[in-house]
Structure formats: C-alpha cells, structure tokens
C-alpha cells in the first residue's frame, strides 16, 4: 500500500489562522518522544527545605520525522521541516501562548498553573543537543513546563501524561507517496 506524505508549512502571506493553537499533555504524543520530568530535590545553601521543582522537558516538534496520521479513514503522514518547526516556535512565542497546556486533546479548556517558561530550537549555534534527547536531530523544539498544579503533577508522576502534543493547523503541501517499507526505512534512518 502507497500512503501520501505531506509537508507542513506555515502560511507565507502571514495567515493567522495557521500555526500551533495550544500544547497538549498527553499519555502517546504523535512524535513518540516522552518528557522528562526534573522532580529531584536539590539543596541550596541557607534553604533549610526544598520542595520538588516541579519541571518538565519534552519535545514538541521533531524535523524530518513522518507523523502518523488518519482522516476519513484515509491514512497519511506528516513531516516538518527544521524552518517550519522554527518558524512555529516563533509564531507560538510571539502570540504569547505560554500558558496555553491543555490536559489531552479531548479538553475545550487550558490547565490552570502550568505554564511554558523555556522554548528553543536546536541549533549548531546555541543547543546542540538536550541531555536525555541526544539522539533527537538539530531543529527539534523542546519546551520546558512548570507544574504547579497538584492534581497534575500527581498525573505526571503517575505515568498517566508523558509527552506533547500540538493542536495546529498547517497548511500540507503534497510531498510524496511512500510504500509501507519505504516508510520504515525512513523511520530506521533517523532512530
């Protein structure tokens, strides 16, 4: 079977109807990498007690990587580019969506007390790579989240949330038609 790939891309007339909505928590993210939380105590001099800090790292977007997707029953994949992904990263920074997390995609409404508070593109120039995602290439986005709800840190640490996910809208230019094996080869090049 021939599954159609298309390209995501932003509107190059500056559309604002394109671009990343809001950040999902959620138990399988699309790009099937998983956050890591930072919930270690650490001891400063003069604190007498510290809680935990409450910090997740995760990818949002991964370039080159084909995403798995269903619409009408008809199967597809997605994929981003290292300037797509950049350029959304930026859009989302420069509409002030910081605070825009949702618990799953099946909620209408943002999580109160979790927030985005470090967003970067990997680059040759700034960050190379992020310790425990080595293996993820130059141009992934990551986000780091503090969670200062209770109920969802629970979650968190429970294993029921374990990555990102975007709800988008991206304009899909046709790339290709791939068969199921070259789909894997792709899939086994980039792991």
């Known amino acids: 079977m021939k599954y159609p790939v298309y390209y995501l891309e932003l509107d190059k007339e500056g559309n604002p ?3 990343i909505e809001d950040i999902a928590l959620v138990d399988a993210p699309a790009y099937e990498e998983l956050f890591v939380s930072f919930s270690k105590e650490e001891t400063f001099k003069f604190a007498i007690q510290n809680e935990e800090k409450r910090i997740i790292t995760g990818a949002v977007m991964i370039p080159d990587k084909l995403v798995y997707r269903e619409q009408n029953n008809q ?5 981003a580019t290292k300037e797509t992904i950049n350029d959304a990263a930026i859009k989302f920074a ?3 969506k910081n605070n825009r997390i949702k618990l799953t995609h099946d909620t209408d409404t943002n999580v109160s007390d979790v927030f ?3 967003s970067f593109v990997t680059d040759e120039n700034r960050v190379k790579e992020v310790v425990n995602f080595e293996h993820l290439p130059l141009g992934t986005w990551f986000i780091t989240c503090k969670v200062e ?3 969802v840190w629970n979650q968190i640490k429970a294993g ?3 990555g990102f996910s975007l709800e ?3 304009k899909m230019n046709p ?3 791939l068969t199921d094996n070259e789909i894997e080869a792709i899939k086994n090049s980039l792991s």
């Not at 199967?75 to 994929?79: E, G, Q």
Request: without cysteine.
């Open 75 to 79: 199967p597809f994949y997605v994929v």
């Open 94 to 96: 420069s509409e002030n």
């Open 175 to 177: 790339a290709a038609m």
């Open 149 to 151: 709800n209770d109920t």
């Open 116 to 118: 985005i508070f470090e």
């Open 160 to 162: 029921q949330f374990k």
């Open 168 to 170: 988008a809208l991206f």
């Open 17 to 19: 109807q394109y671009g």
